[in-house]
């Protein structure tokens, strides 16, 4: 019965992310701290002789979203899980906010149509969902240099997201049956955190770790040409560099990011300012 409301919720919303396996995820958990995981460029194109590239760019360790900050005590931990500022920079009433404002620039600014057509992806709410994890851990990537502002701000984000994500399976109507959504979204959960460990370890490994990661995710395993592989891997890099220049208070206070095309290296500032006026415009409620 379990397996039946899945398949129906995934007939209606496109093909969900049901089946990955988080094999590098687990590799991740279990490995020595510090430790590479390589995957062979073979894995990522039938073709070894395709004539690519992967240069060996090896980001440090704190390129990632394990936020490193100093360990709190037990009455800090304490003062802290009953809503006490502490010693935050920024209070967490306007994190929260810019949290969800950041994550409206990732829904409105980043161009899913482009993405989708020139990556030859289905037009699926599955589609969606992996184009927007993507650029929700580039935005985690950035924020993991925070320290705990930055730790409290991620998890404000992710929490946006899924509440995104279930307010738009409500939009199947009685096709879909609560529990089948709710299968659904736990699906996505499972398949959205062993990402994040396989994209971790894509971006602090070589290229080719980091097209092996996107192969596995965005593109799911299908048969694709190595040149979009290639593409993605330079825009992720990019993206990466371009979110670490912007200034850290206009984030974490006013939740104002700006993102790369996939293609070129200028920002499309009409865009970004329409957007800007909508969020500023905009009632949010949380």
């Known amino acids: 019965m379990k397996i039946y409301l899945c398949r129906a919720l995934s007939a209606r919303l496109g093909t969900l992310h049901f089946n990955y396996t988080p094999t590098l995820a687990t590799a991740a958990i279990c490995r020595p701290r510090g430790q590479t995981i ?29 936020v490193l900050d100093p360990k709190l005590g037990l009455w800090d931990k304490l003062k802290e899980s009953i809503g006490f500022q502490g010693k935050l920079l920024y209070p967490k009433q306007v994190m929260t906010l810019s949290s969800y404002k950041v994550f409206i620039c990732v829904t409105q600014i980043v161009n899913y149509n482009e993405v989708t057509e020139v990556l030859k992806l289905p037009d699926t709410f599955n589609s969606w969902f992996l184009i927007t994890e993507l650029h929700i851990w580039l935005c985690m990537v950035r924020l993991a240099q925070e320290g705990r502002e930055g730790r409290y701000f ?33 699906s996505l959960g499972d398949s959205f955190y062993a990402a994040l460990f396989s994209y971790d370890e894509g971006l602090m490994g070589e290229d080719r770790d980091l097209a092996s990661s996107l192969w596995r ?70």
């Not at 073979?42 to 394990?66: D, H, I």
């Not at 190595?226 to 200034?247: C, G, I, N, W």
């Not at 206009?250 to 095309?261: C, D, K, N, Q, Y």
């Open 217 to 286: 995710i965005l593109f799911e395993m299908r048969s694709v040409d190595p040149k979009l592989l290639e593409m993605m891997v330079a825009y992720v890099r990019k993206q990466v560099k371009h979110l670490d220049s912007q200034e850290s208070g206009l984030i974490m206070s006013s939740g104002l990011v700006t993102f790369l095309p996939l293609v070129g290296d200028v920002v499309d500032m009409d865009r970004h300012n329409t957007v800007f006026k909508t969020i500023q415009k905009k009632n949010i409620k949380i």
């Open 154 to 186: 991620r998890n404000c984000l992710v929490q946006a997201m899924w509440s995104d994500v279930n307010s738009r399976s409500k939009r199947l109507g009685d096709s879909a049956s609560l529990t089948a959504r709710r299968e659904g979204i736990k």
């Open 38 to 66: 390589s995957c062979p460029i073979s894995s990522v194109t039938p073709n070894k002789n395709v004539g690519l590239s992967f240069p060996q760019a090896v980001f440090p360790r704190n390129y990632c979203t394990s």
